[in-house]
Structures are given as C-alpha cells and as structure tokens.
C-alpha cells in the first residue's frame, strides 16, 4: 500500500555531500504516523540502521554516521531527507528509505525486523 522512492544517490569524493529524498504515497496515508529512517547495506555486508526519526520528531543515529549525517521530515510533502556530510569511502552502499510496522515511536534498535516497508534503494559511492 505504501510506496517509498528514494533518489539522491550518486558518486562523490571523499569529503563531499549528497542529500537523499524519500517520498512517501498511498491510498489513505499518514505519512507522520510511524516511525521512519533509512538504511544501508554494502556489497556483502548486513544492512544496518543508518537514522531514524518518530512522529513526534525524536531522532536517532548510528554511532558511525553521528555528526555527519541529519534526518529530517517535510511532512507537509511526505518526503524524508538524509543529508550526508563529510562522507567516506565506508558510507558507500545502497541506502534505503523505511517505515516501520508499528507504532509512531521508533524501536531503541533501529533494525530491518521493525520495517513495514523498503524503497528499492539508492546507490551512494563514496571514492578516496
């Protein structure tokens, strides 16, 4: 039911930014209802919980992107931002935007078993 299109991706220098967008849709839709985040996940690696955001704005952030990293809500477009600063080559991988099953507030573990729903993903490469 719910749709999550993810764009922003793309190839960048270590040191640069790119911001990523997700836009939510579907047939009768809150989109500030749950929890939302993203993810990322390397070539052979486990995706790992990367940000996530509550209904009420309370946010969270992996130990390995704080300080280099802001989620954010525009919820008057349902659309969810990830900007990413300072970025290294170890944030490369394909980033997935996510809503969770349940509840508007997120879990204190931000991980793939609370997800309702996965965009299809934007690749980041993040060259040295």
């Known amino acids: 039911q719910v749709q999550l299109v993810e764009s922003g991706g793309g190839s960048v220098q270590a040191g640069g930014s790119l911001r990523l967008s997700c836009v939510a849709s579907a047939y009768t839709f809150s989109y500030n209802s749950r929890c939302m985040g993203w993810f990322r996940q390397a070539p052979g690696k486990e995706r790992e919980g990367v940000a996530s955001?509550?209904?009420?704005?309370?946010?969270s952030y992996a130990d390995s992107v704080k300080g280099r990293f802001t989620i954010s809500n525009d919820n008057s477009e349902n659309t969810l931002y990830l900007q990413m600063n300072s970025l290294k080559p170890e944030d490369t991988g394909t980033y997935y935007c996510a809503r969770a099953r349940f509840g508007g507030r997120c879990p204190a573990r931000w991980d793939v078993n609370a997800v309702g729903y996965w965009g299809k993903g934007t690749l980041v490469t993040v060259s040295s």
């Open positions: 955001i509550g209904s009420t704005g309370r946010i």
